[in-house]
């Protein structure tokens, strides 16, 4: 064996072992008995090199962990050992999933979830509403000082929120949070992006990389790893419209619209032709049998469908 390959073989070693040490750790930060000097030490070990910051990233979004709270829950070491940086607040900021690590440490909340299809709403003990889309979880944790919704990757939720100035009410995914400013809004979390579209009052949102905008009603925000671009909103009766059992698409492709559409489907689709993805869709459809709702997109766009197994269907060019 080389000289490199050895290097390669020990790099490799190395991060298999900080790997596995991140995943313990997320491991006993979720236990109910976690440790004020066990959450020390972590806060230390996550401070003591790049490498594990970036390997405590890298399992929480495997394991599909999405959250944030307070910086002063984390304790920053008790000392400054010689080459380690002091875990600040700015550098917690700058990382989606290392303030996600401060939630992991601050304890449970109220979970709800809705399955495939599913839609229900949740109305809290403030008096602030949350209506859930299809395939969504979210976490509610209140306190005194602070009340805080966690939004998980591939979740939808409409919030109508109930004012109570001591009290920020936030919405937090992986790509940023949305602050409400005494207000309604939508957010919308995939695995590339956050999406927030008001309808009434103003919401603030802050990115990963802490860049931050007002939005007012009308106004939409996508949050992204490293950007943050406000653009002009749909009417707002149309962006929670799937709250009344309609979806609404604007001049989207004909692949954002069948990923879009599979949050809802019990079969999946796909497109059986690559040069349909970029067609542009404008189009409004009801949340009804899928056999019909096909047939209605089929018809408008000039395509067709075959139901390829119990589970997949196929979009295909109606020519």
């Known amino acids: 064996m080389s000289t490199h390959d050895l290097d390669s073989h020990r790099q490799a070693q190395i991060q298999a072992q900080t790997e596995d040490a991140a995943i313990e750790w997320i491991a006993r930060l979720r236990a109910s008995d976690v440790t004020d000097a066990e959450r020390a030490d972590f806060a230390e070990w ?27 829950d984390v304790p920053a070491p008790a000392t400054q050992k010689p080459g380690l940086r002091r875990w600040a607040p700015m550098a917690l900021a700058a990382s989606a999933f290392l303030a996600f690590a401060a939630l992991l440490l601050a304890g ?6 809705t399955e495939l299809g599913e839609q229900r709403r949740v109305v809290l003990v403030d008096g602030s509403s949350i209506y859930l889309n299809t395939g969504t ?19 939808e939720a409409y919030f109508e929120v109930a004012s109570d100035a001591k009290r920020p009410f936030t919405v937090h995914t992986t790509h940023g949070t949305a602050e409400a400013l005494g207000t309604a809004f939508n957010v919308f979390a995939n695995a590339a992006f956050t999406a927030v579209a008001v309808t009434e009052g103003r ?36 962006i ?42 404008s ?13 209605a997109l089929a018809h408008s766009l000039d395509l067709r469908w075959t139901t390829v197994s119990d589970n997949l269907i196929l979009l295909h060019a109606a020519h």
């Open 137 to 155: 979880k979210i976490e509610v944790r209140y306190s005194d000082s602070a009340r805080n919704v966690l939004l998980e990757t591939g979740g």
């Open 283 to 295: 189009a409004v459809l009801t949340l009804q049998e899928q056999d019909a709702m096909l047939d």
């Open 108 to 113: 449970g909340g109220d979970t709800y979830r």
């Open 46 to 72: 996550l401070a003591a090199r790049d490498a594990h910051k970036r390997a405590f990233d890298d399992m929480a979004a495997l394991w599909g962990l999405t959250a944030q709270l307070e910086v002063s």
């Open 240 to 281: 929670a419209a799937w709250r009344t059992g309609r979806l609404v698409y604007d001049g989207i492709t004909l692949q954002a619209l069948v990923a879009d559409l599979n949050r809802y489907l019990p079969k999946p689709m796909s497109l059986a032709d690559a040069r349909l993805a970029d067609m542009s869709v």
């Open 203 to 238: 919401v603030g949102v802050t990115s990963p990389d802490g860049d931050t905008g007002t939005l007012q009603a009308t106004q939409r925000a996508r949050l992204a790893e490293g950007d943050l671009v406000l653009e002009n909103a749909p009417r707002p009766a149309d």
